[in-house]
């Protein structure tokens, strides 16, 4: 099984290290990092990069598909190479996953019209654009498409996949080896949780207003 984790300029790192560590521990799998040119590909803050060992082009008919979302993800939403790839990749992908606004460049590419999906909170306005039935739940599996919310919920959403594939079992044991039991100091990863006024700023600053 080949596990493609789609890369892009300044996308965010956990989006795609979260499925990653989980995910990727499938048995006899391989996961490969793509993106439209190999060589290193910066993250949302400039400071870290991972490797695109493989173009897209290389990569034709990956079994699961990943794409992480980020600050990088607006730009991509208009790039054919890109786009055109998810639309060929996911006519014979087993599982075609995203995590926070990777959804809304399946939403793009047309692969979640009439679909339940998520995103990131501040970008599930954006899901109806594409016809797609946003939803604020963390992990939403539609048929083959398995969508995350934002960011940390990647590694949720890798451990459900896992699960479905290898078994409860398989998915438990990386849940413990990787120590995956989260206890927060604060109960505000959430904007039903957070306080309103620190809501009120994002959504005032998101790149996702719509007009």
């Known amino acids: 099984m080949q596990i493609a984790i789609v890369l892009f300029d300044r996308f965010t790192a956990l989006d795609a290290v979260g499925p990653y560590e989980t995910l990727g521990r499938l048995p006899d799998a391989e996961t490969v990092f793509v ?3 190999t060589g290193p590909v910066r993250t ?3 400071h870290l990069a991972l490797t695109a060992d493989k173009s897209l082009a290389e990569v034709p008919n990956p079994d699961i598909v990943i ?3 980020g600050p990088g993800q607006t730009p991509q939403m208009e790039n054919p190479v890109l786009l055109d790839w998810l639309r060929a990749a996911d006519a014979t ?3 075609t996953t995203s995590v926070c606004t990777g959804s809304l460049l399946l939403a793009a590419a047309g692969l979640l019209a009439g679909r339940r ?3 990131h909170w ?3 306005d954006v899901l109806k654009q594409y016809g797609a039935e ?3 739940e963390r992990v939403v599996l539609d048929g083959k498409y398995v969508t995350a919310a934002g960011v940390s919920s990647g590694i949720d959403m890798g451990l459900t996949l896992l699960g479905r594939i290898a078994g409860d079992e398989h998915a438990q044991a990386v849940q413990l080896l990787t120590e995956y039991d989260p206890q927060p100091p604060y109960d505000a990863g959430s904007p039903e949780k957070a306080p309103a006024h620190l809501v009120a700023e994002f959504r005032t600053k ?3 207003i719509l007009t």
Do not use: M, Q
């Open 35 to 37: 993106a439209e040119r």
């Open 117 to 119: 999906a998520t995103s």
């Open 44 to 46: 949302d803050t400039g």
């Open 134 to 136: 946003p939803t604020g």
């Open 122 to 124: 501040l970008a599930l």
């Open 67 to 69: 794409v992480p979302g």
């Open 206 to 208: 998101s790149r996702f």
């Open 93 to 95: 992908s087993t599982w």
